[in-house]
């Protein structure tokens, strides 16, 4: 019913409870449909609050591209350098498409560097923008 993806639905949802929080004078029957409403989004809060941390961070962006640090899954941590490159590009790596169009607005990969840290396989993947 009320799904909270990013900060500004999470914003929303705060600014909503604040309100379901001020006296309104109601029946008994739509002070518990309130109540229930309110236990929801706050379910809900906590479930976004408390998501699992992603493998990607962006180090830093602009409006053509961003910087990214991405952590590669576990599996590959004893595996070597070329498999860790090739699961790389099977699922992280974007492929730039031609456009009889300008500015398309596709995101493609610049370029990337694997490194390891902490005994886990790491890369920079620098990401732009066609604009």
Same mark, same amino acid.
């Given at each position: 019913?009320?799904?909270?993806?990013?900060?500004?639905?999470?914003?929303?949802?705060?600014?909503?409870?604040?309100?379901?929080?001020?006296?309104?004078?109601?029946?008994? $029957?739509?002070?518990? @449909?309130? *109540?229930?409403? #309110? =236990?929801?989004?706050? !379910?809900?809060?906590?479930?976004?609050?408390?998501?699992?941390?992603?493998?990607?961070?962006?180090?830093?962006?602009?409006?053509?591209?961003?910087?990214?640090?991405?952590?590669?899954?576990? $599996?590959?941590?004893? @595996?070597? *350098?070329?498999? #860790? =490159?090739?699961?790389? !590009?099977?699922?992280?790596?974007?492929?730039?498409?031609?456009?009889?169009?300008?500015?398309?607005?596709?995101?493609?990969?610049?370029?990337?560097?694997?490194?390891?840290?902490?005994?886990?396989?790491?890369?920079?993947?620098?990401?732009?923008?066609?604009?």
């Amino acid at each position: 019913m009320f799904s909270i993806t990013d900060n500004e639905r999470l914003r929303d949802a705060y600014a909503l409870l604040m309100f379901m929080q001020s006296d309104i004078p109601a029946s008994a $029957e739509k002070r518990a @449909a309130v *109540k229930n409403l #309110a =236990a929801t989004i706050k !379910r809900e809060i906590r479930n976004y609050n408390n998501r699992p941390a992603p493998d990607v961070h962006i180090i830093c962006a602009d409006y053509d591209g961003r910087l990214e640090l991405v952590q590669l899954p576990d $599996e590959l941590d004893k @595996a070597h *350098k070329a498999d #860790a =490159a090739d699961w790389f !590009r099977n699922n992280c790596y974007l492929e730039a498409y031609n456009s009889p169009y300008d500015c398309t607005g596709q995101e493609f990969t610049n370029r990337y560097k694997l490194f390891r840290r902490r005994g886990h396989w790491f890369a920079y993947h620098s990401v732009s923008r066609d604009v």
